[in-house]
C-alpha cells in the first residue's frame, strides 16, 4: 500500500461518491523557486490517493465504497494559491488524459470513476 496521508475520507450522501480529503493549507513558500518542492510533495499525495482507489485499498478499509465514484479532493481552507490551482487542473487533464491512469481506473474494479477537484470548487471555502 503506498504510505500515504488521507487526511479525511467521507462519502456526499446526495452522489453517493466518496471523497479522499488532503489537506493542504500551507505555510506557502515566499518565493517561486521554492514552490517546487512544495507542488512536488502535494502530486505526490494526490498520486498516492489515487493508487489507493483504483488498486483497491480504499475499498479494503471501507468496503461499501466498492465499485463507487471516488473523488480526490485538496481542501486549503485558507485559500487556494494560483500555483495550487494549476497544480490540480493539470492533474485533472493527466488523469484524464494519460493513457495509463485512464485504462487503470476503466479497468479498476474498485472504482466506477475517479476524479480530482478542490475544496473551493466543491463550495466548500470561500473563493
Known amino acids: 500500500m503506498p ?3 488521507i487526511d479525511f475520507i467521507t462519502e456526499t450522501p446526495e452522489t453517493g461518491e466518496f471523497a479522499l480529503i488532503l489537506v493542504e493549507d500551507g505555510p506557502w513558500p515566499n518565493k517561486d523557486a521554492n514552490w517546487n518542492e512544495c507542488l512536488s510533495r502535494i502530486q505526490n499525495r494526490i498520486y498516492d490517493a489515487i493508487d489507493i482507489a483504483i488498486d483497491g485499498h480504499l475499498a479494503a478499509k471501507h468496503p461499501n465504497s466498492k465499485g463507487r465514484s471516488v473523488r480526490v479532493q485538496i481542501d486549503s481552507p485558507s485559500g487556494l494559491p494560483p500555483a495550487l490551482a494549476k497544480l490540480v487542473a493539470r492533474m485533472k487533464e493527466h488523469i484524464e488524459k494519460d493513457a495509463e491512469y485512464s485504462k487503470a481506473i ?10 480530482i477537484s478542490t475544496g473551493h470548487e466543491m463550495g466548500r471555502f470561500k473563493k
Not at 479497468?107 to 466506477?112: E, I, L, Y
Open 3 to 5: 504510505l500515504a496521508t
Open 106 to 115: 476503466k479497468q479498476s474494479r474498485f472504482v466506477q470513476n475517479l476524479r
